[in-house]
């Protein structure tokens, strides 16, 4: 139990640091309840799902009417605003998740994270799971370029509260190569979130559906988590455009596809979104792993890196492709017998995928070169045998990798909107 006594106490903690620390206290003691059975439940991002950014703007709050809304176009799964940073939204809570479920509708809670106050941050998204959530959705964006440790420290804390079979959903940016600082390793490694919903908002980006998923999907399957496209209703996009965007998803093997956001979404959107939409007879699908070579930087490098080590190749997990990388890769090619260019493409991506993915605990400094903790599962050099049993990769400890100084190309997704402001409705006290 903490105490702090006196005004000295007082001005050293501050009244707004009182209050979040008792609010962690209380959620920390509700979280103890959660729910087991989370992981057996069917998933939650199968089939058709709409967002709900501020609840008051669609259908004037009126849940009935929001339910007839939901069943009336064919909508299984809502996702729904529960936290941004460290504020929760009282539009989440118990008694709406209740109904909505009891109309047989799925419930996912989403929640704005900045990067600042990652411990708090996994309270909210842990309380949001104690109010019946069926699924977590962590939308991580420019704010979390970076911050290895946080994102680390965040995952790790939600996952504490919440269970490691609880489902989790990362979604941020769809191009991975214009975010070479972004976490992804983190937010999609070990421990992290079980599936991927990238924000492909084609109109916004300015490409064709048909590029945003080729360019999407060719730096996402790296991760090997299940991608579940989130695409637009807002801006306006013409109906065949969404049409569209549902025979893709549907011919790249997507097993559920939501939208962004119900609030901005017009009775012709609706109708896109439902209306039967056929397939795309003969249609081949891009689904090759993006190539990654010398004089590249990013976390696609750090993730290819973390591979190395669990193969067997001490290499520093810096994000930058270098010699060092290059020498490594090209030794890891000629042991799985392929060809050694040094260039990570879609046959060394498949050899390399095998091993499991090496944990790396990020620290603030130290030395330039990872620090092998733990090796026991990994193979040994040119072994060809995958790492993926059940002891698990390497551990390794590193300094924040080089790259995560490296500046965004771009912001791709920066029209849609969803944090930085309160909602509609009065904040949860």
Not at 122 to 140: S, T
Not at 282 to 287: D, I, Q, R
């Amino acid at each position: 139990m903490l105490e702090v006594r006196g005004a000295r106490g007082c001005r050293r903690f501050g009244r707004r640091r009182l209050r979040r620390l008792h609010l962690i206290i209380l959620i920390a003691s509700a979280v103890l309840a959660l729910p087991a059975a989370a992981a057996a439940r069917p998933n939650p991002l199968a089939g058709r799902a709409m967002w709900i950014w501020e609840m008051p703007a669609v259908d004037g709050g009126n849940v009935s009417q929001i339910i007839a809304t939901a069943h009336q176009y064919g909508i299984g799964t809502l996702m729904i605003k529960s936290s941004d940073g460290t504020n929760l939204w009282s539009q989440f809570n118990g008694p709406l998740v209740a109904q909505l479920h009891a109309a047989g509708l799925r419930v996912c809670a989403w929640q704005y994270v900045y990067g600042t106050h990652p411990v708090t941050e996994a309270y909210m998204g842990a309380y949001a799971v104690r109010d019946g959530a069926d699924c977590l959705i962590i939308d991580a964006e420019s704010e979390y370029e970076g911050k290895y440790i946080s994102a680390q420290t965040y995952i790790r804390r939600l996952r504490a509260l919440v269970g490691y079979g609880y489902p989790l959903a990362l979604a941020g940016f769809p191009y991975v190569d214009y975010h070479p600082a972004f976490p992804y390793s983190v937010f999609l490694g070990p421990g992290g979130a079980q599936y991927n919903a990238p924000q492909m908002y084609w109109r916004d980006i300015g490409v064709t559906t048909d590029t945003v998923f080729a360019h999407t999907y060719s730096f996402n399957l790296v991760y090997q988590r299940p991608i579940f496209p989130l695409g637009q209703v807002f801006s306006n996009p013409p109906a065949h455009q969404i049409v569209r965007f549902r025979q893709l998803s549907r011919a790249y093997g997507a097993s559920g596809i939501s939208w962004w956001d119900w609030q901005e979404a017009t009775s012709s959107d609706w109708t896109a979104v439902s209306r039967p939409a056929g397939g795309l007879g003969g249609y081949v699908p891009y689904k090759v792993m993006a190539n990654v070579g010398q004089g590249a930087q990013g976390d696609m490098v750090v993730w290819a890196q973390e591979h190395l080590v669990s193969a067997g190749y001490p290499i520093s997990v810096s994000g930058s492709f270098g010699y060092h990388t290059l020498v490594d890769v090209e030794a890891f090619q000629s042991a799985h017998g392929l060809t050694a260019d040094g260039v990570i493409g879609q046959d060394t991506w498949s050899a390399l995928l095998r091993y499991r993915v090496a944990r790396v605990n990020w620290i603030a400094g130290g030395g330039q070169h990872a620090v092998v903790a733990s090796a026991a599962s990994h193979a040994v050099r040119g072994d060809r045998r995958p790492a993926a049993g059940t002891s698990g990769g390497p551990v390794i400890v590193a300094p924040v990798p080089r790259s995560a100084s490296r500046p965004a190309k771009r912001n791709e997704i920066a029209g849609a909107g969803g944090a930085g402001r309160p909602p509609i409705a009065t904040l949860r006290k």
